[in-house]
């Protein structure tokens, strides 16, 4: 028998549906989605949200290692899988034989890889250009070398060339990001010229599949917009600016507790680990049983607030571990394992991850991919 989750976690597919819908229609033509369902699908689940995705709809899913390409296999998703990350090594003959196409970033894993590609398990080959994020990437230098290895194997394939902004959702000047475009398609041109077709071109990222159709290409990597959520403030006013719709996006994930102990503390009584709160009248708090542990940020503590139906209950007194207390003095009907929401809505009210993002210093892309992956993920139709 299964024991009752403490915490869980909604998947809505059909807003994960809808915002699919409305960043296809704002895609160039002939520009495919590769939804990115690395670190455990943006926290919403990694089997969770590739079962929703119809394989047939889409070119590649995205994930960044190998661990994650074999966990979906072995899931039975049977999508082809796009490999963002570093291989090790020791990985590559897995990679080459499972069919996965794979980013390749440096000179030393290319000469590995030909040591595995045959004409039965060729090595699927996108290449990451430098363009001026200084993360992954193959330097304008060394690109001659790179070329020449690729025409010495014949069962090393360059299917794809890629690179990534450094510098698109931070800002709306987008001046750097125009100088990272130039420098992609001059290096493209350089391969091209050197006498490759180029399979698949691909630098869009969430942030440029919704402002630059002139960045799409045929293939455009959506991660945090696919689950309903902007990159940034700054991309949301460049989209506005630009005359677009509002409510393009929908949130996928709803986080969600329940209430472990109600009880009465007297004015001038202190709430938790270091006295951090004291109370200033009677209250009435509530144990909730999740923690940092689970992912709730102790930035949080004395900070942020959840949700008691339909009504905001501050946080009062440190984050612990495994469980946190909130003032539900004022809240009406409450009682032992009533619904708490800590991301999602409660009545009129909502919490976003931006909002714990804020309280947190951080941004949402941290606030989602740090959810435990030991919560319980539930798609709700």
């Not at 895609?27 to 455990?40: F, I, Q, T």
């Not at 009584?269 to 200033?280: F, Q, V």
Request: glycine share 8%; with cysteine.
């Amino acid at each position: 028998m299964n024991a009752s989750a403490l915490s869980w976690i909604e998947i809505d597919a059909a807003a994960l549906e809808h915002n699919i819908a409305s960043i296809q229609s704002n895609l160039a033509k002939g520009c495919n989605m590769v939804p990115v369902v690395k670190a455990n699908a943006y926290g919403h689940g990694y089997l969770e949200i590739a079962r929703l995705l119809d394989p047939r709809q889409f070119t590649f899913l995205a994930v960044h290692n190998l661990e994650e390409a074999q966990l979906l296999r072995a899931g039975g998703i049977t999508s082809n899988i796009l490999i963002l990350g570093y291989i090790p090594f020791a990985d590559l003959k897995s990679a080459v034989e499972s069919g996965f196409d794979f980013v390749v970033s440096n000179l030393d894993t290319l000469r590995k890889l030909a040591e595995y590609a045959t004409a039965q398990n060729p090595a699927k080959c996108h290449l990451k250009l430098e363009t001026g994020t200084n993360r992954q990437g193959i330097n304008r230098e060394d690109l001659p070398a790179v070329i020449d290895c690729f025409k010495s194997t014949a069962h090393l394939k360059l299917v794809g060339v890629s690179t990534h902004f450094a510098n698109i959702e931070d800002t709306t000047d987008h001046s750097y990001a125009d100088l990272q475009f130039k420098r992609y398609t001059e290096l493209k041109a350089v391969i091209e010229d050197a006498g490759f077709v180029i399979k698949y071109a691909h630098l869009a990222s969430s942030a440029a599949s919704l402002l630059f159709p002139h960045t799409h290409f045929n293939l455009a990597r959506v991660g945090i917009a696919l689950y309903g959520h902007w990159p940034s403030k700054e991309t949301y006013l460049s989209y506005r600016l630009a005359g677009k719709q509002n409510h393009m996006l929908h949130p996928v994930l709803s986080w969600k507790t329940l209430i472990g102990q109600i009880k009465d503390v007297r004015k001038g009584e202190y709430i938790g680990y270091g006295t951090t709160y004291r109370a200033t009248a009677n209250l009435k708090i509530a144990v909730l049983p999740i923690g940092y542990f689970d992912g709730y940020d102790r930035q949080i503590s004395n900070n942020g607030y959840v949700l008691v139906n339909g009504m905001r209950a501050p946080v009062r007194g440190r984050i612990c571990m495994d469980m946190f207390m909130v003032d539900v003095t004022d809240i009406p009907n409450v009682s032992l394992e009533s619904e708490v929401v800590l991301i999602g809505r409660s009545g009129d009210e909502t919490i976003r991850a931006e909002d714990i993002a804020g309280w947190t210093n951080t941004i949402n892309y941290e606030v989602l991919a740090r959810l435990g992956m030991h919560l319980k993920r539930k798609v709700i139709t």
